[in-house]
C-alpha cells in the first residue's frame, strides 16, 4: 500500500487465484477476524495434568509431547490459539498428535 496524491494504492492478492490486483482507493479496512474461542481451554487448565502447556521443543521436534502425570492433558490448538481456518486447526492436531 503507498499513498497516490490524496487516495492509497493497494496491491491485493489471494491465495487462492494468485491474481495480482491494484487499486487506487479512499480508504483500507482489514478484517483480522474475531477472537479466540478460548474460554473452554481456561476452564480446562487448572484441571488438566499438564496445565494446559505445550512442549515446544519437542513440538518443533517432531517428538511427542512429555507424559504429565495422571489425569487428562490439554493442548491448546485451532481457533482457541487464534481465529484462524480449517486448515490450521488440523495442522496444530496433526503437529500435537501424530507421534501418539
Ligand atoms: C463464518 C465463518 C466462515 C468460515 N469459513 C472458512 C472457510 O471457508 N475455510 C476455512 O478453512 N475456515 C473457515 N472458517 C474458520 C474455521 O471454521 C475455523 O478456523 C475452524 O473451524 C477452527 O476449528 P477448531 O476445531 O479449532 O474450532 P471449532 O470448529 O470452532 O470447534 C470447536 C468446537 O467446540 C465446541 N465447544 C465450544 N465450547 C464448548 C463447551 N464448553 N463444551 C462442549 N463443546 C464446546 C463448539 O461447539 C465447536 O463444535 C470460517 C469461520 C467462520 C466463523
Not at 496524491?5 to 491485493?12: I, Q, S, V
Not at 482489514?30 to 487448565?45: H, I, Q, S, W
Amino acid at each position: 500500500m503507498s499513498g497516490q496524491g490524496n487516495r492509497l494504492e493497494c496491491r491485493l492478492g489471494s491465495d487462492y487465484t494468485g491474481v495480482p490486483l491494484t487499486r487506487q482507493v479512499d480508504q483500507v479496512v482489514v478484517n483480522n477476524g474475531t477472537r479466540p474461542l478460548d474460554e473452554l481451554y481456561f476452564a480446562l487448565k487448572p484441571l488438566s495434568a499438564n496445565q494446559g502447556r505445550v512442549d515446544y521443543d519437542a513440538l518443533v521436534a517432531g517428538r511427542p509431547q512429555p507424559a504429565a502425570g495422571a489425569g487428562f492433558q490439554l493442548y491448546r490448538i485451532g481457533d482457541a490459539v487464534s481465529s484462524r481456518n480449517v486448515h490450521a486447526a488440523i495442522y496444530d492436531a496433526l503437529r500435537l498428535l501424530k507421534d501418539v
